[in-house]
């Protein structure tokens, strides 16, 4: 039964957990063996193992696993919002048609009362770099990335057929989440501030705790564009490099949005603002100019100003990451709220807000 695969702590980890999982694939594979690799507790917890058994290569030996996460704070903050559980049905009902570079799913399972878990393909196995998120990607890298959300947002754009049949990705739970974001929305950025004071300019702190005022009015604004499949989350520690080509890892808020929304968290969380702001123009125009080939047109002075708006999110993201606390290294935290507030205040994108 599905509840089976279903595990809350690493030490669940068993050689007849594993088993099962294997039995999915090929009841005649037997499981020698699991070595546990390596736990990191954030957002979730995940688990690296390695699965020594006598199937072939086709079988992958190293195993990503994403549970429920063992820090209260951020077990509770990600459980209403149902982050780990929305993963799990985009690998389980949706992956397969999305045409960008992501880990191989073994089990992806959700039960009501139970947990969810998440069972992935170690990306190194295949030769694979994970990013870390503090990482500061070269143009031609950021270019690669840029290329493939420009068709990851082509295949959905204006929310196709296909998406209408999974609403769980602008349904009650995602709209739970925008409504606790609203209701969490000052405090969360008081704290947030005041941990990252040193590195946000007091005029930018009193914008963004303006913006908190008024984050429900912002949210509509934002959600005005042409509609397609996000990511939601693309900062570099979410990235995996395949022979230089990139994937997106943690799929956890995957949701209906306006596509600009992933290139601004992209380039304001992945580049340096010394690169960012040498580069920004021509990797927009890039955007366009993949969207066009696949038919979507798109005027580029409108999208700029719509990228300008959408930046305050990576912003107000990593600001509210460090205020819950546990869910990132806290350097690498900083890092990036530094690279946002750098964004906002080069392009001052809390004028593109009508708050």
């Known amino acids: 039964m599905r509840h089976a695969l279903v595990v809350n702590h690493p030490d669940h980890l068993t050689k007849q957990w594993a088993q099962r999982i294997v039995n999915q694939n090929d009841t005649h594979?037997?499981?020698?063996?699991?070595?546990?690799?390596?736990?990191?507790?954030?957002?979730?917890?995940?688990?690296?193992?390695?699965?020594?058994?006598?199937?072939?290569?086709?079988?992958?030996?190293?195993?990503?696993?994403?549970?429920?996460?063992?820090?209260?704070?951020a077990r509770v903050i990600t459980a209403l919002p149902r982050l780990l559980p929305t993963e799990v049905r985009f690998y389980r009902e949706i992956a397969p048609v999305v045409p960008i570079n992501k880990p191989n799913v073994l089990a992806a399972t959700s039960r009501l009362g139970c947990g969810s878990t998440l069972v992935l393909s170690d990306v190194t196995e295949c030769g694979a770099k994970p990013g870390q998120p503090s990482d500061a990607l070269t143009v031609s890298q950021a270019e690669l990335v840029v290329e493939q959300l420009a068709q990851l947002h082509a295949r959905f754009w204006?929310?196709?057929?296909?998406?209408?049949?999974?609403?769980?990705?602008?349904?009650?739970t995602r709209r739970l989440e925008d409504?606790?974001?609203?209701?969490?929305?000052?405090?969360?950025?008081?704290?947030?501030?005041?941990?990252?004071?040193?590195?946000?300019s007091n005029s930018l702190q009193r914008s963004a705790l303006r913006y908190a005022c008024h984050r429900r009015r912002a949210m509509h604004f934002l959600t005005q564009g042409p509609q397609t499949v996000v990511h939601h989350d693309c900062h570099p520690g979410n990235l995996f490099w395949q022979h230089s080509r990139p994937g997106l890892l943690d799929w956890q808020l995957v949701r209906t949005g306006e596509g600009v929304s992933d290139v601004a968290y992209f380039l304001a969380t992945a580049l340096t603002p010394e690169i960012r702001r040498r580069h920004e123009l021509e990797l927009l125009e890039k955007y366009v100019a993949v969207l066009a080939s696949r038919g979507i047109d798109v005027e580029l002075n409108k999208l700029i100003e719509?990228?300008?708006?959408?930046?305050?999110?990576?912003?107000?993201?990593?600001?509210?990451?460090?205020?819950?606390?546990?869910?990132?290294?806290n350097d690498d935290n900083l890092e990036l709220i530094r690279r946002a507030a750098a964004a906002i205040e080069d392009l001052e994108a809390f004028a593109a807000l009508p708050i």
């Open 29 to 73: 594979v037997m499981v020698s063996k699991v070595k546990p690799i390596s736990v990191d507790v954030g957002t979730t917890t995940r688990v690296r193992i390695e699965v020594e058994h006598d199937g072939p290569a086709t079988i992958p030996r190293f195993w990503f696993v994403k549970m429920p996460s063992l820090a209260w704070r």
């Open 179 to 200: 409504h606790l974001g609203t209701a969490l929305a000052v405090p969360l950025m008081k704290q947030g501030l005041q941990r990252s004071r040193s590195i946000v």
């Open 158 to 172: 204006r929310v196709s057929n296909d998406v209408a049949h999974y609403p769980w990705m602008s349904g009650p």
């Open 306 to 329: 719509r990228y300008r708006a959408h930046l305050i999110y990576p912003f107000e993201a990593m600001v509210v990451t460090l205020a819950v606390g546990g869910m990132m290294a």
